[in-house]
């Protein structure tokens, strides 16, 4: 089970999107044509990975009714689960586009608060599972230590497995430097961690290659939204993709389609730089479809052919 990707998702949440003709305020906003998909950064990579072809195993609390939902549509979707319950509910999270206004509307609640021995029975989940990869995305959930990432990671390097972190803030910053394989910081989530704003490509460029450079971890993609992505080697090696120009229907779960993609392409012994356009690649391909994360293997084929040699 080597080839494994298992991904831990501690702050799961049922991801709720559907259309509308205009978002306004005290009226009633009518929608229609809702999609239900199973949330969070590591579920959503754990779909990704397995529309991909990969071998993966999704890690995930779950409580309540809105839990078993999250476990139903895990199922519905095939992806292999281990389920740790929670005495609260699972989180449910909810998008409306406004079609008139061509804009898109994002409600994320925080999320439940796990007691230790929950958050405990994670880590001996995760410890438990088998694979070569893991992969450690979303937000702590309330009553998780800042550096629980930085004991899974460090868990992990001790296990001899590859371990990638993908969050923000505090969490992301008590991990730096505990033998990460990948993290893949915003361009919002860079600039908190370099404490100065990157307003030019220059800059940008600077901040991914000093993070590589500082040994924050193996290699450090910065992902810029409209404006591309950019991946730094502890070497000096940097690369720039542009994102590519597709028609954009939805952006939830864009990056964690891109993580899902890269870390796919690296187990599979590629380049960082192969990974990283089939990353560029993922992204691009699950903008253009509806709910979260839905690229398809096809598009993720045929846009990584557009991008060319890198």
């Known amino acids: 089970m080597n080839d494994r990707i298992v991904t831990l998702t501690l702050n799961p949440s049922v991801d709720i999107a559907s259309d509308a003709d205009a978002v306004r305020p005290v009226r009633k906003v009518r929608t229609r044509d809702e999609t239900f998909d199973p949330g969070g950064g590591g579920v959503n990579v754990s779909r990704v990975l397995r529309e991909l072809g990969a071998d993966t195993l999704a890690v995930v609390t779950t409580g309540g009714v809105s839990g078993r939902l999250?476990?139903?549509?895990?199922?519905?979707?095939g992806v292999p689960r281990a389920s740790i319950p929670i005495a609260a509910r699972t989180r449910i999270s909810y998008t409306v586009h406004d079609l008139g206004a061509k804009q898109e509307y994002r409600f994320v609640?925080?999320?439940p608060v796990l007691a230790e021995h929950e958050w405990q029975a994670a880590l001996e989940a995760l410890e438990a599972s088998q694979g070569g990869w893991i992969v450690a995305s979303g937000s702590l959930p309330r009553g998780v230590p800042e550096d629980f990432y930085a004991q899974a990671?460090?868990?992990a390097s001790r296990r001899n497995r590859r371990f990638v972190l993908?969050?923000?803030g505090p969490p992301l910053r008590a991990a730096l430097g505990r033998s990460l394989a990948l993290i893949k910081p915003s361009?919002?989530?860079?600039?908190?961690l370099m404490?100065?704003?990157?307003?030019?490509?220059?800059?940008?460029?600077?901040?991914?290659l000093r993070l590589a450079r500082g040994g924050t971890a193996e290699l450090v993609a910065v992902t810029l939204g409209h404006e591309g992505a950019i991946l730094a080697e502890p070497g000096g090696m940097l690369l720039r993709l542009p994102a590519l120009d597709v028609p954009a229907v939805g952006a939830v779960g864009a990056g964690d389609s891109f993580l899902a993609a890269m870390v796919f392409a690296l187990s599979r012994g590629e380049s960082p730089r192969e990974a990283f356009a089939l990353g560029m690649a993922a992204g691009a391909a699950a903008v253009m479809r509806p709910g979260t994360a839905h690229p398809r293997a096809e598009d993720v084929e045929a846009l990584r052919r557009r991008i060319g040699p890198v």
């Open 187 to 192: 361009r919002s989530e860079c600039e908190t």
């Open 166 to 168: 993908d969050t923000s």
């Open 153 to 155: 990671a460090a868990d």
């Open 70 to 77: 999250l476990e139903e549509l895990l199922d519905q979707g």
């Open 195 to 208: 404490g100065m704003a990157l307003e030019t490509p220059d800059a940008q460029d600077a901040a991914a």
């Open 109 to 111: 609640p925080e999320g």
